[in-house]
Nanobody, 118 residues
Framework: QVQLVESGGGLVQAGGSLRLSCAAS????????MGWYRQAPGKQRELVAA???????NYADSVKGRFTISRDNAKNTVYLEMNSLKPEDTAVYYC????????????WGQGTQVTVSS
């Protein structure tokens, strides 16, 4: 089974930047899509950005032009560069990996808090 470990969350003022990282570890797996989701209090979890093994990306409209997702396939790590942060970006951010190891799996990280103060 794949384990995902996130890092990089924290408290930042509006207009600031943060970089999230998520590293996957385990044995005998191939990761297809990696992504970041977020969940604010009282709201449903939503997709922020995703990236395929080939580098194709998908972003939520609310973060386009401000967030950039990237990945290092050799390190099985995905990054989320967040710029021009807004208070409405405040949420717990979860890493996600869709991987194959005999069959397809869908794995979540433990989440990291991002708080943007106004």
């Amino acid at each position: 089974q794949v384990q995902l470990v996130e890092s990089g969350g924290g408290l930042v003022q509006a207009g600031g930047s943060l970089r999230l990282s998520c590293a996957a570890s385990g044995s005998s797996f191939t990761i297809n899509v990696m992504g970041w989701y977020r969940q604010a209090p009282g709201k449903q979890r939503e997709l922020v950005a995703a990236i395929s093994s080939g580098g194709g990306t998908n972003y939520a409209d609310s973060v386009k032009g401000r967030f950039t997702i990237s990945r290092d396939n050799a390190k099985n790590t995905v990054y989320l560069e967040m710029n021009s942060l807004k208070p409405e970006d405040t949420a717990v951010y979860y890493c996600n990996a869709q991987y194959y190891s005999g069959r397809s799996y869908f794995q979540w990280g433990q989440g990291t808090q991002v708080t943007v103060s106004s």
